[in-house]
C-alpha cells in the first residue's frame, strides 16, 4: 500500500517560516512528478510547487514563488517545501501528492494518483 506521510506543519506568525516533509512508502516514484497543494476552508484545493524528477524541473504558483522553496533528497526518497516569509493568506491544509506516471501535468491536481492525509500549516497576523 502506497502511503505519503507529512510533517512539519504548525502555527507560526506572519513573515516566519516552515518547513514540510514528505515521505512516501509503499513504492518509489522514480522519475515521475510529485507536488505540493494546499486547500483553505471554503476555497477549491490549489497547486503549490511541484518537482519534475526526470527533467529536474521546478514549478511554482504565483502566489508562492520567490518565497516557497520545493527540493528532494534523493537518497530518503523524500520531498521538502520550505515556506519563508509566511502570510496569513498561506493558511490551509498542505497536501503532498504523487504521480503514477510520469506523463501528468505537474499543476493539475487529477494527474496526480497518490496523496497524503494533509497538514495544517496557519499563519497568524
Known amino acids: 500500500q502506497v502511503q505519503l506521510v507529512e510533517s512539519g506543519g504548525g502555527l507560526v506568525q506572519a513573515g516566519g517560516s516552515l518547513r514540510l516533509s514528505c515521505a512516501p512508502s509503499?513504492?518509489?516514484?522514480?522519475?515521475?512528478?510529485m507536488g505540493w497543494f494546499r486547500q483553505a476552508p471554503g476555497k477549491e484545493r490549489e497547486f503549490v510547487a511541484a518537482?519534475?524528477?526526470?527533467?529536474?524541473?521546478?514549478y511554482y504558483a504565483d502566489s508562492v514563488k520567490g518565497r516557497f522553496t520545493i527540493s528532494r533528497d534523493n537518497a530518503k526518497n523524500t520531498i521538502y517545501l520550505q515556506m519563508n516569509s509566511l502570510k496569513p493568506e498561506d493558511t490551509a491544509v498542505y497536501y503532498c501528492?504523487?504521480?503514477?506516471?510520469?506523463?501528468?501535468?505537474?499543476?493539475?491536481?487529477?494527474?496526480?494518483?497518490?496523496w497524503g492525509q494533509g497538514t495544517q500549516v496557519t499563519v497568524s497576523s
Open positions: 501528492a504523487a504521480q503514477g506516471s510520469p506523463y501528468g501535468s505537474e499543476e493539475r491536481a487529477p494527474d496526480y494518483d497518490y
Open positions: 518537482i519534475n524528477w526526470a527533467s529536474i524541473s521546478l
Open positions: 509503499g513504492r518509489t516514484f522514480g522519475r515521475n512528478a
